[in-house]
């Protein structure tokens, strides 16, 4: 049964630090892994997908990379800024042919970023 | 940008009560979603529907749960009976297409309290 864990739980940083959120998955065989922002009270917003065949995607201060065969992600922060606090969530699609909609999540990151 | 709706924001039900809880998917998206949080949990799948049919469902989503897709532009999850350990924040989410790269877009929740 695929497991997803994010390390730490919880990080607090002062403001234009550089910054790594990690998550791990115990199947390797997946199709996809995503990185979510989740706001207090708020939806999950995609941040970034990652192809099982890619190593990794960047969006703007953000990146993820990808390890498959080790079953690791990290996602990236550069220049950490106050707006940034949320908490973060990884999730893997499971390569065994069914929908694409069952994403296994993790339970997230909560980072504070202090002014 | 185009987001996923979802009413309404919060409902509180006693238990032994049907509920129905509303999202409105962008409008180009084929593919919909629920999701649930219990708080302090991890997000978990609840059930995927295309073509007016559901794809995909996990042991969460039994006899106690519906999805329809009553009209062009409506989804929505209906409990029949709720429960206390019903309460938690739900989640839909919609997606372009049935490619595995295509990105989930989540609604801002429901947040079902039952009493």
């Known amino acids: 049964k695929q497991e997803v864990t994010q390390i730490p739980a919880a990080l607090s940083v002062p403001e234009g630090e550089n910054l790594v959120l990690n998550c791990s998955f115990t199947d390797s065989a997946i199709y996809n892994l995503q990185w979510f922002r989740q706001d207090p009270g708020k939806g999950l917003t995609s941040l970034l997908l990652i192809q099982s065949s890619q190593r990794e995607q960047t969006s703007g201060r953000l990146n993820a990379s990808l390890d498959k065969s080790s079953g690791r992600s990290t996602l990236y922060i550069a220049a950490s800024q106050p707006g940034d606090s949320a908490t973060y969530l990884c999730?893997?699609?499971?390569?065994?042919?069914?929908?694409?909609?069952?994403?296994?999540f993790g339970k997230g990151t909560k980072l504070s970023v202090k002014p | 940008e185009p987001e996923v709706t979802q009413t309404p924001s919060h409902q509180v039900t006693q238990m032994g009560q049907e509920v129905i809880l509303r999202c409105v998917p962008i409008?180009?998206?084929?593919?919909f979603y629920w999701y649930r949080q219990i708080l302090g949990q991890k997000v978990e799948f609840l059930v995927s529907f295309y073509n007016n049919e559901i794809s995909e469902k996990s042991e969460i989503f039994d006899d106690q749960f519906s999805v329809e897709r009553p009209d062009g532009s409506n989804f929505t999850l209906k409990i029949r009976s709720t429960k206390l350990e019903d309460s938690a924040m739900y989640f839909c989410?919609?997606?372009?297409?049935?490619?595995?790269?295509?990105?989930?877009?989540f609604g801002n929740g429901t947040r079902l309290t039952v009493t």
């Open positions: 989410a919609s997606s372009e297409d049935e490619s595995f790269g295509s990105p989930l877009h």
């Open positions: 409008s180009n998206h084929l593919y």
């Open positions: 999730a893997v699609l499971l390569n065994y042919g069914g929908s694409q909609g069952n994403l296994i």
